[in-house]
Structures are given as C-alpha cells and as structure tokens.
C-alpha cells in the first residue's frame, strides 16, 4: 500500500507542536504560578480578594464570549445564570449539602435552562434572542426579590462553611481565591481542546449557514440549545465561585449593570478568544481601582473604554494584538496549524469499495411520485414522476424559474413553509416525514450553487465538520478526500482565501465525506457554475468517479455542454412539471424543451429601427468582471445606439444581471471600460429582476420614492405622477393606495416600469421582466416596452427567453458563460438558427457569430 505525503507547507512541525502544547497547558500552568505567588506573599494580601474576583470573572466572561462566538447567541441573561449558582450556594450551606452537590446542582439548574432558552432562542434573530435573554435576567431579578424565604430578598443571605472533599471550604479565604483561580486554568484547557473538536465546529456550522449545516445532518437548534447549556452552567458554576468568595449573596450584584459590564469586557478582550476572556476579567475585577485612581466614576471608564475599543479595536484586545504579531513576525502565522501527518492512499473519491451498479441493479435508489411543492399560490413542482437508478448520472435541466432548484430541495427536505405533496423513496425508505438533519444518515448528501461554505472554518473543519464525534479516523477520512479533490495544500486556509473554483470543490468533498459511510444519492446544484475550463474537467473526472463508485448523482445545471457530457440522462423542467427524460443526444431535440428555454411571444410587435451610424450612447470595451473569483463576464465589447430594444439573451448565469448592472453603472467592472456618448448627463433606469419594489409601500408611495431619488419633488412630482398613472392597466390604476406586495406579478412589473420612468430616463435597462408571469402578461409587459421604444426610450432587454427577444428587440445580443457568442437580428436570414445554436453551446465554430445587419 503506497501513502501519500499531506504537504505541510505552514513550517516547522516542532515549533506547531510546541505552540499547540502551550496552548492546552497555559491556562494550568498560569494558574499553578498565580497561586504560588500568591501563597509567597507576591502579591498584596490586599489584592488577594481581586485576583480572585479576576478568577471569577475571567469565567463568565469566556463563558459569554465563547457562545458568542460560536453559537452567535449574544445573552444578556448570564447575570441570572451567576445569581441561580450563587443563590443555590447560598441554600446548600445552610442545609449541609456539601460543596461537590452544591456545584452539581448549580450547574444542572443553569445548564437545564440555558438549553431551553437556547432552544427557543434559535427560531429568532440575534436581537430577539439578546431581548428573550434581558427579559429572563430581570424574571430571575424579580423571583429573587419575592422569594425572601430562600434569598432573603434586598438584605440577601450569608454563605456558610462548606464540606468537601478537600476539607472545610470557608468562604472569603484564601483557599476560595486558589480554587477560583485553578478553575480558570482548567477551563480555558478544556475550552482549547473544544475549540479543536467537532462540538465547536458544528456549532459554528451551524451559526454560519444554518441551511448548509441541515444538508449535513447539523440540527442549528439542537446546536444553539447545547451551547447555551453548555455555557449556562459554567456562568451557573462562577456563581457558586461568587458567592464563597464573597461570603454574602445579594440582588445588588447581579444588575443589569453587571450584563453591561460583562458584554464590555467581552467585547474589550475579543469576542471569542480564550486569552481575551482572561483580559477582560481582569480588567472587570481592577475596574473599580483604576476608577478610582482615575477620580471618575466606574460606568464612565468602562463606556468609555468600551467605545475606544469599538472604534479603534473592532475586533479586540488579544485578537488585535494576534493580528498584528501574524502581520509582522512571519514565524507566527503558521503556528495555529497542526501538522498534517501522511495518508495511506486507499479507495478514491467517494467510494465505499463497491463497484459501478449501473445497468446491474433494477431497483432505484430514488423514486418520486406525484410529487408537488406549493409556496402560497404558487405551484413551483407539479406532479413529478422520477426515478434515478444506482450508479446513474442524471441532469436535470430547464429555464430559471422551472422549479428545479425547488424539486432537489424538496428531495432533501429544505423547502421551508412550502407545502408537499406526492412521495420521495430513498432506497426503498419514504422521506416524506424524515427531517432535513436525517437524510444524510439514509445517504442523501448535496451541493449548493454558491458552495455554501462555513466562513469561519477551515477547508478541513468544513469537511470534518459533517463527523458527530472526531475521530482520528474521520479526520483521516476527510484528509483523504481533500487530497483526492487536490485541496490537501490549502486544508488550514478559510473559504474566502480560495477562489470560488477551490471553493465549490471543498462544498463537493464535505457532500462526499457526509456520505462515506453510506453513500445513495447525492445531488449537485450548479457544480459548472463559474468554472472555468480546467476546473470544470476536473469537476467532471469526479462525478464520473462517483458514478463509478455506484454513487447516484443528480446535477441541476445550465452549462449544458459540461453537463451533457457526464450525464447518463436528462430530465427536463418547465413550470414546475417534468416535461421531458432521455438521452443527453435526445432530449435537446424535443421541441417541447427547446421551446421552455427559447420561450414565445405571442404579440405581434415590431419593435423601432436603429440609427447605428451615430455616436453610441453607451460603450463599453474589453469588459470583464468577477465576483470573489467567480468569472462573470470576458472580453465583452458593446455599444447601445439611440433608439430601439437591444436584447441581451442567455440562459441563467450567463452574466446577462452583471452586464446590465455594468451598463446602468450600478458597477463598476473588474477590467474593461464603460464610456457614455456626447451627452454627460445621461439618465439610466434599472429595472432589476424580481422587480425590488417595496412591497409594503403603496403602488403610489414606491413611485414617488422614486422621484425623490431623482430629486423630483413638487408640482414636477405631481406631474409626472398623473402622466405615469395614465399609463398603468385601470386595474392597477384604482388600487395606487394599496400595497405594492398585494398585487399580482404581472401588475408588480408595470409598477417597477412606472417606478423606473419616474427619472424620465434616457435609457431603461429591463432585467426578466417576464419572468413569473403568465403568457396574457407577458404580452402585456412587452406591449408597454413596445411602446416605450416608439416614444423614443432606448430599452436593454435581459432576458433568458430567446425567441420574445427575436420578435420583440430591434437587436440580439447571445451570452454564454460570460461571452458573447452571437449577435445580429431577425431581419437577417438565418441568424434565429445561429442564435439558437449559441445559446445553447453546441457546435458553436466560432467564439462570436457575428452576422451583419
């Protein structure tokens, strides 16, 4: 058996060990030598009482920091987890419980309701949650004023001796302070380890992308529930410390002013950092002597250090201090990496052992039938019949908005409020009440169109990520993958250090890790997207290697040549319903999927000539634009003449949305100039695609947002006010009170019409305007872009639907994957076919067809 060597190109293997040996040992080791130092008399006795307060607070502060950080939970109900430790302290010295149950009881307490405010907690925004936290603080403030039997109400209630193991434990001696303190070194060991394991890794999962997190078998709820217990009953166990080194429990101590002061301290330390969380109890616990020292009250010193911090120190005390040594002293940026150790090179990628089962086995791994998903009024699936067979590549195809992205997300139960019908079998197992976190355990993974990735998580902790426990053997697993999708050398880097082809192999091989144990299915929603050649070959040898593995896949796609080319079958969409399967050389042919992406117009229209002999009133040169490395646009050179419809056609992720943006200006390109004609002061209106307009607002209000931004105000606004309204159908004209949001899709787009004429533009750039809508509207939105051109407003026409723009558009204008394939007009004999053929990116001859006019 061979092994292959996992580059370690962070440095010295030593140096990382001795680093992440420091970090696991520091916090013991610092507390061993505070408390020798204090046992020698070091330090003042009169500070003794201090360093243990720093003790105390350091805890809760990591406590709050680190649920922070990893669950994005902000609570300010940690003061009421202090006050339930300190409080049950309190009881249990007075009713011999003994130190050990004492602590055990706190903790569980804290930690029981934590996990139910985490819970509840994880439907809200972080807002709400902060609210449902401060709302839980002054419940817990109130009990302790109306419960004087238990807490003595506003006098409080002394803490006695306590038995331990250790002895009699005297509250307010010395002894408190050094167990105070050993118990910080502990937990900031225990909290390194964690920060290394798949607990904190999911957890963050979660936090980041909560949908990504279910397609692996992450449950965000469950996650943000044990986070907050987790750190509910460390807050519940500085309380029990709390209470023996004060000696006394009172409300007093646990204020809202106390939450304050603990989000400032976290905040001034650095959210999420282990040394910060030390820092900021520190300087919680001396707060009150450099007050003093300073002659000026304590909530003005730590407001204004809060507010230093947050305009100079975003990120922190320690993690600025972290980032500046990484800028600096280069030997310490690749001291966070654990090495990587060599990999027994074994089964290739996505394997389980088992070998292709094509055409071998009758029985599919996945069966639909009747299946429907229904937002609202809306049918985005419609009775679709499906099977994929084991080992089958199938691709499913169809124009934006055919639901095809709804029918995988219903496969693996992520279609939110939407309601379902019909059946899913995985493998004979129905899915139809198995939760979105239990698909994965049945062999159902997937891929996202933007790769989806975990951006506070290295390439390897986004793969290991999908592993419960860690194991050495998971570890090594992932490792593995990674090395088969040639991402070894960049495991330790984060998702946005790679560029987006890097990216989607990183989303691939956590798909294929979630399934190393029982891989069925798994599906990949537009893996060609944004690729460029190389990539997409390489991307291509991997799903021929799953399919050879016997692994089922399914690919949502527009990059049909790719695509074509490693599909075993073709499954087309339109409206929802499945309107066609075959052959990748069979089904393109079938006039009825041709037709879904070509589209039709069924209004006779003729739309305006153009003077092309004249300046243009925009150009634009050499124009390339991407997106975090995502290639959008290349090498695309245009000119927009006065007059007419110029057409922009593609199908979806062609770049037709950057170019329009680039042409309106609302972007500025990567590479590339854009140059307006004589006029200077030319007007462009967008209209964008989803027509943006506030839904909330009245038809009437969206149009005069629109003319304040154009500074139109007055006698003006009421002018053009009346003009547009003329314009509108009568329907739409006698509901201008109403709610945008209440109209229908088709009356939606004449409003973002009329709103984008507010500015009286010179050029209106349309983007889907037909999209959603039926075919009556369809020809009604078109009749009033007709009829715009003829009043002289030059109109740019993206749209996905080839055929309206050849009988609606005075030009045509082909994108695919981001270039211009093909330009010319139905006047010219022969050009539909060219344009068709380009659209569709078989047997172009050449990169641009250019056919003269």
């Known amino acids: 058996m061979t092994t292959t060597q996992i580059p370690d190109r962070q440095g010295s293997r030593t140096s990382q060990r001795m680093y992440s040996a420091a970090q696991v040992l520091g916090g013991p080791l610092a507390a061993v030598l505070t408390i020798l130092m204090l046992s020698a008399g070091i330090v003042p006795s009169y500070n003794v009482y201090t360093v243990g307060l720093a003790a105390v607070y350091g805890l809760i502060v990591l406590s709050i920091s680190l649920l922070a950080n990893w669950t994005g939970i902000w609570s300010i109900g940690h003061p009421a987890m202090v006050a339930i ?54 419940v817990v403030l109130e009990i302790i004023g109306a419960w004087k039997s238990v807490t003595g109400g506003d006098q409080g209630v002394p803490v006695d001796t306590f038995d331990s193991v250790l002895g009699e434990v005297m509250p307010s001696s010395d002894e408190v302070v050094f167990l105070a303190v050993a118990i910080l070194g502990v937990a900031l060991t225990v909290s390194v380890l964690v920060r290394r394991t798949t607990l904190r890794m999911r957890m963050v999962a979660a936090k980041t992308h909560p949908l990504a997190s279910k397609s692996i078998g992450i449950a965000p709820e469950f996650q943000s529930s044990l986070g907050f217990a987790i750190s509910a009953g460390v807050a519940g166990l500085s309380g029990v410390l709390l209470a023996l080194l004060s000696g006394f429990v009172s409300p007093e101590g646990f204020s809202m002013v106390f939450a304050v002061n603990l989000i400032a301290a976290t905040v001034l330390g650095g959210t999420g950092s282990i040394v910060g969380a030390v820092v900021g109890g520190v300087f919680l616990a001396f707060a009150p002597t450099l007050a003093a020292t300073l002659s000026i009250d304590q909530p003005y010193l730590i407001g204004g250090i809060l507010i230093l911090t947050l305009l100079f120190l975003a990120d922190g005390i320690v993690p600025t201090a972290a980032s500046l040594l990484y800028r600096f002293v280069p030997a310490t940026r690749s001291l966070n990496h654990r090495p990587l150790s060599a990999l027994p090179a074994e089964a290739p990628i996505g394997t389980d052992g088992r070998g292709s089962s094509l055409g071998t086995d009758t029985e599919p791994v996945l069966t639909t039938e009747g299946l429907g998903v229904r937002f609202g009024g809306l049918q985005a699936v419609d009775g679709v019949d499906l099977q994929v067979l084991p080992g089958e590549v199938l691709a499913i195809i169809g124009p934006n908005g055919a639901g095809k992205t709804t029918f995988v997300n219903a496969l693996c139960g992520l279609i939110g409020g939407g309601d379902l019908t019909g059946t899913i079998a995985l493998d004979g197992k129905q899915l139809h009440s198995v939760r979105a976190t239990r698909r994965r355990s049945l062999g159902l993974g997937r891929t996202f169109q933007h790769a989806e990735l975990f951006g506070e998580l290295t390439v390897l902790e986004n793969v290991s990520v999908v592993n419960r426990w860690g194991r050495r053997s998971e570890r090594d697993t992932a490792l593995r993958i990674l090395d088969s999708v040639g991402l070894a050398e960049h495991a330790h880097r984060l998702p946005k250090e790679l560029p987006f082809g890097l990216q989607k192999r990183v989303d691939l091989a956590r798909a294929i890790t979630a399934l190393a144990d029982n891989p069925h299915l798994i599906v990949l929603d537009e893996p060609f997207g944004g690729l460029d050649v190389d990539e997409r070959q390489t991307l291509a040898r991997h799903i021929r290697q799953l399919s050879t593995s016997g692994t089922s896949v399914v690919i949502i796609d527009h990059v049909l040549d790719d695509l074509f080319a490693v599909a075993d079958r073709v499954a087309a969409f339109n409206f929802g319903k499945l309107i066609a399967t075959g052959t990748p050389d069979t089904v393109l042919q079938n006039q009825q999927v041709r037709d879904s992406y070509l589209g039709d117009i069924h209004a006779d229209l003729l739309a305006p000539e153009v003077d092309s002999s004249g300046t243009p009133l925009i150009s634009v040169h050499g124009i390339e634009h991407h997106y975090e490395g995502v290639r959008a646009l290349e090498g695309i050179d245009l000119d927009v003449h006065a007059g007419g419809i110029l057409g922009i056609v593609g199908a979806n992720g062609a770049g037709k949305s950057t170019l329009g943006r680039i042409l309106h200006g609302d972007i500025y390109p990567t590479d590339g100039i854009r140059i307006l004609g004589d006029s200077k002061n030319l007007r462009i209106s967008l209209v964008p695609e989803g027509r943006a307009l506030f839904r909330t607002l009245s038809v009437r209000e969206n149009l005069e947002v629109a003319a304040y931004a154009a500074g139109i105000s007055g006698r003006k606004l009421t002018q053009r006010l009346a003009e547009l309204q003329d314009r509108l159908p009568e329907r739409v004209r006698t509901r201008m009170s109403l709610p945008a949001g209440s109209l229908s899709g088709g009356e939606q787009q004449l409003v973002a019409i009329a709103r984008a004429l507010m500015a009286d533009p010179d050029v209106l750039i349309l983007d889907e305007p037909a999209l959603g ?33 050849l009988g609606a558009c005075t030009d045509v204008v082909v994108l695919r994957q981001g270039g211009v394939v093909a330009r010319g007009n139905s006047r010219t004999p022969g050009f539909d076919q060219i344009a068709e053929t380009a659209y569709f990116g078989t047997d172009v001859a050449a990169p641009v067809q250019d056919v003269a006019r």
């Open 773 to 805: 809508l039926s075919p009556a509207m369809v020809d009604e939105v078109y009749s009033q872009i007709n009829t715009l051109a003829y009043q002289g407003i030059t109109t740019i026409l993206l749209d996905q639907s080839l055929t309206r723009a």
């Open 85 to 138: 430790g300190a409080y049950a302290t309190a009881y249990g010295s007075g009713h011999d419980w003994g130190l050990s149950f004492t602590v055990l009881v706190a903790i569980i307490l804290c930690a029981a309701t934590g996990g139910f405010l985490g819970f509840v907690g994880s439907r809200f925004s972080v807002l709400y949650v902060a609210l449902l936290t401060l709302a839980f603080t002054l």
